[in-house]
């Protein structure tokens, strides 16, 4: 598990977005981290949200990700 603490913004909610395509790639980043989640550790995030899912800009372009993993539960791929 990878946890942050974040002392000063470093990212911005997902609705201000600067372009469509900038949308979009965020939006495709954040289901492949979900997916990765599930398929690579097991685990569910379960509060996926507008309120959760954010755009960080890295100085090498925008990433988009998803915040706030306290109610992920483990799933039994099994």
Not at 30 to 39: F, G, K, L, N, Y
Not at 50 to 64: K, P, Q, R
């Amino acid at each position: 598990m990878h946890v942050r603490l974040v002392l000063k913004p470093r990212a911005r909610p997902l609705h201000v977005f600067q372009t469509k395509l900038e949308l979009v790639s965020a939006l495709r980043d954040i289901v492949i981290v979900q997916r990765t989640a599930v398929e690579d550790r097991g685990v569910l995030h379960r509060d996926c949200s507008l309120n959760n899912t954010m755009i960080e800009d890295d100085g090498d372009g925008t990433n988009g990700l998803l915040i706030d993993w306290e109610f992920a539960v483990h799933i039994d791929m099994g």
